[in-house]
């Protein structure tokens, strides 16, 4: 069973999410998944998920949340992204043509992590890796 070690939920704006990321990237070095070699890589994954929840997710409606949560189970963080919007199939993400701008982030997070799943009941981008993997 997962134990959360860091959760928060702010509105979907890019100032509030920042600072969000901010404190997620110090919890994952202050409990030790990541080394700060690590971090520019964890960071970026983080980053692409909490702009697509507000971006797409939330369509920049400030009245709508956010939520975010790293959990713990022995050996494996996972990393929970959680909006308000409508979802969709990560499955079905393709990398984007090299002229297209935008819709590279799924496809980051897909090479740094190693699962990554779209949970469609509770509306959240899951995506985790094992201690000292990326």
Do not use: Y
């Amino acid at each position: 069973m997962s134990t959360p070690f860091f959760h928060e939920e702010f509105p979907s704006t890019f100032e509030a999410m920042t600072e969000t990321l901010d404190h997620a990237v110090s919890a994952l070095l202050r409990d030790g998944w990541i080394k700060t070699d690590q971090e520019p890589c964890t960071r970026l994954c983080l980053e692409e998920a909490l702009v697509n929840a507000v971006r797409h997710g939330n369509n920049n409606d400030a009245a709508r949340t956010v939520s975010l949560s790293l959990e713990a189970d022995e050996d494996c963080c996972t990393i929970r992204v959680c909006d308000e919007g409508g979802g969709f199939r990560v499955d079905q993400v393709a990398f984007p043509e090299l002229e297209q701008m935008g819709g590279r982030g799924i496809c980051l997070i897909r090479h740094f992590m190693e699962k990554v799943k779209f949970d469609t009941s509770a509306n959240c981008l899951e995506m985790s890796f094992r201690r000292k993997a990326i």
